[in-house]
């Protein structure tokens, strides 16, 4: 009978709107990937997908909202790697990134760069690190709270010069960009995809992006460990979540759909000019994306650790 009930609500879902809860603020990285992933899987689904901003704790207040929602396939998380950063850096969270939620599928993969602002007094990496280690704590740099990528990647930076800055947190790094472009805060380490046009039409400076290779995007901007940051590497991986309970017919269905969107030209257009990609579809999976989950938190937890970091 459960079965019987399981295939009927496969068949007919979906029958109305479904919501996806970003945990951070609108305009910023995960907004923009979130949105177009949205548009394409709205059409496969014939149905809107809506896109909801719940920003605040560097993202778990989101995640939180999504682990204690009803299970039935129409509210939705997309969040990134702090899904798996949170789990050690919260000694308190009000949710299991692997048991309260049944996994969706893996999105994309997206290269960081540090970025300051226009005006700021270096131009190149070694001559960030330089102002760094001269100014400490004068050194304004801006994040989306403990958990975001923009602050994983700061605590990385910090501790690669044994230099602290003062963090400016913000509830995305929308508005956080916004601030750096008006000269409020001095940097930001954030995703391509939401810096690439600022990078280009020079509103902003860079100076290192976090991945082995220079990006085809932003060919001139050199990677971190050419410029003198050997092995500074991190990239942000994001993923679709429902709450736990979910139907396991649904949780497919929703995959699927996955799969359909992350083949839309529109979503590969717009992630390549941002310098990203779609995950490959074997990884737009459940298990696929509970690995990374488990994988991710036994990487992050002993350098967490190690540095001490915690937020509650
Ligand atoms: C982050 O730093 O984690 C992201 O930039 C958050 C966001 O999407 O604004």
Redo the contacts with the bound molecule.
Sequence with gaps: LAFASQSASAQSFPTQPITIV????A??????VTRLVAQAMGQDLGQQVVVENV?GA??TLGAARVAHAEPNGYTLLLH???MATTATLYRELPYNALEDFAHVGLVTEVPMVMVGRRDLEADTMAEVIAYVREKGEDVMYA???I???????GLLFMNALETQMTTVP???????LTDLMGGQVDLM???TT?TTNQIRDGSIKAFGVTVPERLESLPDVPTASESGLEGFEVT?WHGVYAPKGTPEDVVNRLSQSLKIALKDPTVVERFADLGTAPSPEADATPAALRAKVQSEIDLWRPIIEAAGVYAN
């Design positions: 970003v945990p951070f603020s305009g910023g990285p995960t907004d923009t920003g560097g993202g990134h790697i702090g994040n989306a709270g958990g975001a990528a923009s602050h994983l990647c913000y509830q995305g790094t929308g508005p956080a380490c954030d995703q939401n942000i």
